[in-house]
């Protein structure tokens, strides 16, 4: 109809996917380091190519920040996994730390993942340590029930690296977005939970 209301996508997505067609979206993360572009890789790869490999498809320690074909690279899943390096440079996910500090998570609540056509806005309503299974291949998220199961945990993780935001409720209706890296110790991942609240059509 015509009340559609569409906005200016600031990312140049024709450039990125001429440079790469693995390139899905791209992340924001106010007061972090994090605004980079999300890969996810093509069939022929392996499914972590992108954990060692940059933007130009060349290895590179750092890697990239990538979804695993698991997912869908419109980003319209239950729970959407991304993946980036804790770098002691400051740079691919490392910042996302600075969800430990509580006084950063209370005033850092949102970020945002733009997709050609789309961009989406999610809440962050949990940010925790959490051991290092593969979450995608250890839930069934197509399962209404075990998705609203792991919602209950996602919102009151049982950790003592935790920060969760009051009153925000997540429901197996929503769609939410877990931004995962490394920390020091190999049996734990760092674990950041957004919920998304606006999605907006571009031109």
Partial sequence: SSDIIYVDNPIDFATLQAQNPDVCGWINVPNTNIDYPILQSSPDKD?????????????SVAGSIYIQRNNSNQFTDRNTVIYGHNMKNKTMFRTLH???????????????????GHIKTYRIFSAYRYDNRHILNSFDFTDKAVYEEYLKFATNPVSLIK?????VKVTADDQIVTLSTCISDKRYR??????????????
């Fill in 47 to 59: 499914n972590d190519f992108y954990i060692n490999h940059n933007l130009e498809g060349k290895y």
């Fill in 163 to 167: 920060n969760v935001r009051e009153g």
């Fill in 98 to 116: 600075n969800f430990r500090d509580p006084n950063f998570f209370e005033q850092n609540e949102f970020f945002t993942i733009y997709t050609p």
């Fill in 190 to 203: 760092y674990l950041v939970q957004g919920v998304l609240i606006k999605d907006e059509l571009t031109k």
